[in-house]
């Protein structure tokens, strides 16, 4: 696994609010070790029997948490991250869609500073399955195993996890980087986590039209990868010039086409599937075992 | 959200940017209004781009032909674009023409200068363009340090540099995707001016930019009126050419659902996110939206709950249902509250794929045994 | 520059943070103007600190009682400072007092915040009392965990939090020296509010600050007339009691030159220092500056030439000693440009000092044997 | 010697201005390595004899400079110090007087988050006599030798340089910190820069009232400083509450005192000189042996 496992304490920005509040009871749900929230002006209150902060900076010195997952609202979440990173948090998972790109840009630009991470935004979150949850990934459709995921897409992770599941293949760690074109790990970062990741057999990637992301990883992966990495990409018909729901979901100037990432894929020695039900049939493959049921 | 040019240069202005002077007219004889004298310049304000191929600008010498050309103009359809208005100013006496742009960069994750020493032409055909990432906090030499890799001396380098900073604090200070300026022109005079403006407003920003709130729905030129619908109530609807409405939760699984459909034969008819976390109103607004299509033959409803209850999508879905009891739906709903969408579904007798290829078969099959359209009168 | 109460309150004002309403009267007849209701807090509007001790600060429960206060109140002087006008405010109920301000730390080389959960006491000697360095750029949450440290919760520490961002940002924006708020008050409906307030601008900055051009002299009430007036021409005036009028360049060896007069036995009559570079013109006015002090029976001119060229000194001294040929003087000149300045002096007679001890030891033993003041009227 | 040397490459920003003009001369005919001028808009013209660039960052790519000095108008400094730092310079001397003191603590955090050094701002600057005089020191005034130098003075510096080296005493370095209560470099970086420098046998520290920059100075001395240190403090007559020329200068809240820094320099084995000409004669005890002629 990567990232987090049992032991990262995890603080909760914006836990008291509508959806805060419900995903902090999932992830408690899920076995997630939440430390803490936090909300301004709620300092002393407790949700789901978590102590609420007034600060990261209190959260953090009462209980020693890292990582902290972000409900926020979008004009707060760059307050709410630099605030997390000031206050000494090394993981910084940032959920909220619909933050202005500049705001991130600066944020990016703080974490690399500092030498911490951010997931996200506009992303599902990360999990390490049977260990921690961290965001809104739907827990029940994980389970632990040897397939390191990691995908733009927040429900076509989902959907690809549970064929992967169905068929008898767990995930070691499942790492949702979001759907913005500005965002913070990408998969250069967390391919290498998996590769020197001896839980991690089996590497699957997914991705979307937009962008060149998808390229560099797959040289990326030809230099500096050598465990078999399974791709697929979403909007293989996507009509040119339109925006597919994510903000960086375009094809534009006859850039960011399926195509091109498919080619860079298969000419890097990226295992291609077609769609999410092939990706379990090729991991199976990779893994040349049989799968357990 | 495109702005356009006379809309971009207005923002220039306030910015501090030269631009000439400028006159917008709607009809040909409110030429008599400009304050400056001939020739003219006569600009289609159109959203698309290749408007001067097009034949989107001309110069008149006198009225008398601004008024010919106007009417003319103010006619002209570009690339589908149709002529919103034109942009009238005087013709400049240029000495050089640059290309000088702020965006963000994808790869570096940062905003950048895009400039290039050749102007007025499509910056990604251009050789020697050069892109600069911009720190953070931003500092005057950074302009300075643009304009001289440009190769530009003097006063104008001066001026450009200037114009540069404050390009770039426009770009922030407004939210910006893009603030374009091509060309940038140095004037036979050694003045600097923004001749063509282009500037995109970043759609999550506008709730934070009071002076855009409400620009939204006019500036959607380029969508169909249920594409310019769903976007205006926060869903993400592309109109394709098929027969099966697509309708999911997340981009990713939208997308990887229409390429199956694709792939086992069908025709989407359209790709219509809903987002995640899409409650019983807003999932039964999507539905809606899919439905209105003439062409849309099937329904395929793809739901993966993460942040997306079931539950919430069933009781949409049950409403939707007694609505419209003859449309033929394939519904595929997993994930969070599955179990209580079930029972809320009992009832209706509707059939559940719980796997994602045989559901697309299904959607796929029906929509080639659908020789006519299905009654869309609606029960209620 | 200090600001009195009334303005600072008027600039935070404008920034956002709350402060209670106010009428700002000097004639005890303008109470009539007062729009809340009674009782009302009067106010003298003085630079000095302690004006609570001192008594200015009244409370009236009617009009009539306003007036004969008023009257009295206006004619205050405390600690040397005259009252500019009364701020007339309504009587604030107040659940708790707080200390906040923010002003740049030597030490740390940085903006902090100055809090302390104990107000309207003398910072200085109070307890609590939090420092925390501002990191640039700033962040709103910089606020919150203030407000946090300070103990406050819930609604009431959102709103310092917001009320220290703005203060920051007005600190800022405006490049004061200080923002202070004391005290800051949680009124017992948990509102905050600006009770007392005190600014400094940055001397240095007001050429960037236009609202605050012009506003310098009207401010210069703990100075004399002729510091006040050596201050607008940018020279370092300060008057002390003695009969040496001391003018130097640069503010260390002026005070050097000044420490020496006194350990060899001399009386200072004035610290000078005409800065670094300056020319003949503004080293004349500087000579006219100390020579109008009634009490100086002998200049001492110290220069090093570094920056300031000997040479410019040595034309505003032939000028001077042709206007004011008796003044007593004892002029120590090396560094740049020495050989031209003595070439240009030799003519007059004046003895040049080269080490800094015997012209000191010089003009102490002439100050002592001035037994009356030499005539001062001008040839010219 | 410290910091600088004859081989230290130098450019000046605002070298075409009237000051930055007079004084590139100046430092040229001392014999400092001044590589470069910059003047926005003037590129490609001379400034006696020396190459003027628009930007830093041509006059480094182009020279290879190191070093700085800053002559530009003080609400361009910040500005400028930012030039001259992102271009990769790591000596910084801002000789303009008057900068808001805000710019110049912005433009400290700056310096020393990439490790760079800043001398000022309103400094005289630095000069190792014999080899290169950065700043507008008058540069006869100083010779060789083994006394390094620091001061928050400029004119006064002169003068207790003019008496050592009058008394035969050169110099290995002087450092004019500057007048500012906000700059760069202060006492202790320079400290402990003499005492690993073997060219300086004994230090003067000369200090002026306001702050308590001197207190900390006198008891970082106590514990790192082996060599020598003579210590003389201006203003010992000094008002309270008035400010004395410089904008640190100044009593406030009987806070800066004259006495509080005499009493710290002997309560922590700096040697007391109340005149500037006693510091020479307190060298030529320190160091114990016959002043040269």
């Known amino acids: ?293 | 959200m495109n702005l356009y040019e006379y809309e971009a240069k207005r923002i220039f202005e306030a910015g501090g940017i030269p631009v000439p002077p400028a006159v917008r007219i709607t009809k040909p004889e409110e030429l008599a209004k400009v304050h400056f004298g001939y020739p003219l310049t006569l600009k289609c304000q159109v959203m698309s781009g290749g408007r001067g191929k097009a034949g989107g600008i001309k110069f008149a010498k006198d009225l008398e032909e601004g008024k010919a050309l106007a009417k003319d103009l103010l006619q002209l359809v570009i690339k589908g674009s149709k002529t919103e208005s034109l942009l009238v100013e005087p013709m400049v006496s240029i000495a050089k023409e640059l290309y000088l742009a702020v965006t963000l960069d994808r790869e570096r994750g940062c905003p950048i200068f895009i400039a290039s020493a050749e102007g007025g032409i499509e910056i990604e055909s251009s050789h020697n363009v050069l892109t600069e990432p911009i720190p953070f906090p931003y500092h005057p030499y950074v302009g300075r340090n643009l304009a001289a890799k440009l190769g530009l001396k003097g006063a104008v380098m001066a001026k450009v540099a200037d114009l540069a900073n404050k390009l770039y604090k426009v770009f922030e200070s407004k939210d910006l995707d893009l603030a374009e300026i091509n060309p940038l022109v140095i004037t036979k005079g050694d003045d600097v001016l923004a001749l063509d403006g282009k500037i995109i407003i970043n759609d999550d920003s506008i709730g934070r930019q009071p002076a855009f709130k409400g620009w939204m729905e006019a500036h959607l030129v380029d969508m169909s009126p249920r594409e310019r619908r769903a976007k205006m109530t926060d869903l993400n609807l592309v109109e394709l050419d098929g027969n099966i409405g697509i309708l999911c939760n997340g981009a990713g699984l939208t997308m990887a659902t229409m390429d199956m459909v694709k792939a086992f034969g069908g025709q989407p008819g359209n790709f219509l996110d809903a987002g995640g976390g899409s409650d019983q109103k807003k999932t039964l607004a999507a539905l809606e939206l899919v439905n209105e299509n003439p062409a849309v033959d099937v329904i395929l409803l793809n739901i993966l709950g993460g942040i997306t209850a079931c539950d919430e999508v069933a009781g949409a879905l049950v409403e939707f249902m007694k609505k419209y009891p003859e449309r033929q739906m394939v519904v595929r709903l997993r994930g969070n509250n599955q179990d209580v969408a079930e029972k809320m579904l009992a009832a209706s007798g509707l059939k559940l794929y719980p796997d994602l290829e045989e559901a697309v078969k299904e959607a796929v099959s029906r929509s080639k045994n659908a020789t006519k359209k299905p009654a869309l009168a609606a029960k209620a």
Chains 1, 4 share one sequence.
């Open chain 1, 1 to 293: 696994m990567i990232l987090v496992d049992k032991h990262t304490k995890v603080v909760v920005q914006g836990a008291t609010g509508k959806m805060g509040a419900a995903h902090t009871k999932r992830m408690l749900d899920y076995g997630t070790n939440i430390v803490a929230g936090v909300t301004p002006g709620k300092g002393g209150e407790k949700i789901h029997n978590v102590p609420v902060f007034d600060t990261v900076m209190e959260a953090v010195k009462t209980t020693g948490a890292t990582c902290s997952v972000i409900f926020v609202p979008p004009y707060l979440a760059l307050d709410a991250g630099y605030e997390a990173l000031d206050a000494g948090i090394s993981l910084l998972v940032l959920i909220t869609e619909g933050i202005p790109p500049q705001d991130t840009a600066k944020l990016a630009a703080a974490v690399k500073a500092k030498g911490a991470k951010l997931i996200g935004p506009n992303c599902p979150g990360i999990i390490t399955p049977g260990q921690s949850l961290i965001g809104i990934l739907p827990g029940s459709i994980f389970k632990s195993g040897p397939v390191g995921m990691v995908s733009k897409s927040g429900t076509l992770t989902y959907e690809i996890a549970l064929a992967l599941t169905e068929s008898g293949y767990g995930q070691s760690t499942c790492v949702g980087t979001g759907g913005d074109p500005i965002k913070g790990l990408d998969y250069q970062e967390v391919l290498s986590m998996f590769e020197h990741d001896p839980a991690t057999e089996v590497i699957v990637m997914i991705g979307e039209i937009g962008g060149n992301a998808e390229e560099e990883a797959a040289a990326f992966i030809k230099k500096n990868v050598k465990k078999p990495v399974i791709g697929y990409i979403a909007g293989q018909t996507a009509p040119p010039g339109k925006r597919m729901g994510h903000a960086g979901a375009i094809i534009s100037g006859g850039k960011g086409t399926a195509e091109s990432k498919l080619e860079a894929f298969k000419a890097n020695g990226v295992r291609v599937a077609m769609t999410p039900g092939e990706v379990a049939k090729q991991v199976a493959e990779a893994i040349k075992q049989p799968a357990k049921a």
